[in-house]
């Protein structure tokens, strides 16, 4: 049974920080992609970033580029998001997911198989 655990998210002011990270269980974690969502009251759920786990290679949406950063610790299956330069529409609840992958990691959330509760960004003005 896979299971994703996400945490790191509360509430920061505008300009700061934070680190979200997943923690993958029942998951064969070399062998796909883990992706983080973003989904804000009224909105669609949208990527913000996935990597794949085997090659390593990562995406950034485009409203996030140069601000995020996506990263992995193979050793503890877990996948990091570092947050830069938050601004308060980055405000959302915040998913990891997963799927399996022999390819490139898919932008749409409806690919992905596996999600994790979900974690709540709030970043004030």
């Known amino acids: 049974q896979v299971q994703l655990v996400e945490s790191g998210g509360g509430s920061v002011q505008a300009g700061g920080s934070l680190r979200l990270s997943c923690a993958a269980s029942?998951?064969?974690?070399?062998?796909?992609?883990m992706g983080w969502f973003r989904q804000a009251p009224g909105k669609e759920r949208e990527e913000v970033a996935s990597?794949?786990?085997?090659?390593?290679?990562?995406y950034y949406g485009a409203a996030v580029t140069g601000l995020f950063t996506m990263s992995q610790d193979n050793f503890k299956n877990t996948v990091h998001l570092q947050m830069n330069s938050l601004e308060p529409e980055d405000t959302a609840m915040y998913y990891c997911?997963?799927?399996?992958?022999?390819?490139?990691?898919?932008?749409?959330?409806?690919?992905?198989?596996?999600w994790g509760q979900g974690t709540q960004v709030t970043v004030s003005s």
């Open positions: 990597l794949h786990t085997g090659g390593g290679y990562t």
């Open positions: 997911a997963a799927v399996y992958s022999g390819g490139t990691c898919p932008p749409r959330a409806s690919a992905y198989a596996y």
């Open positions: 029942g998951y064969t974690y070399s062998n796909g992609c």
